[in-house]
């Protein structure tokens, strides 16, 4: 692997984890529970989507970090998903609102986590 392609790996894991982070996020703002299901099937359609492929382990653990951030990483940091902001935080294609600032906040997170 060479080092560009290195760092686009990094970049895509990055947004994965952050994609699912804020899908984890949403969905618990809608439903008042942590939908692992939920999560695992975002993870594979955002894969495919993208043009990507990721072995199960790694999507296990990429599963498990979004919901960790999302269930308490995030309130630590400030950043309360509510109801009334879910929308904001996709675009009308369902990927990541980048001018959000709760998107914002949350890449720090995951950049951080990665």
Known sequence: M??????????????LLCFLVAIAAASYALNQEWR????????R???????LKMHWLERVRM????LKIASKDLLEAG????????????TDEMELNGSS???QRMRVLCNDAL
Do not use: I, P, Y
């Open 36 to 43: 692992v299901d939920h999560v695992v099937e975002c993870c």
């Open 45 to 51: 359609r955002w894969l495919k989507k993208n043009q």
């Open 101 to 103: 600032t709760m998107v």
């Open 79 to 90: 950043v309360a998903v509510r109801l009334s902001s879910v929308q904001a935080l996709f």
């Open 2 to 15: 060479t080092k560009d392609e290195s760092t686009e790996h990094d970049r895509a894991r990055a947004e």
């Open 63 to 66: 599963g498990q970090l979004a």
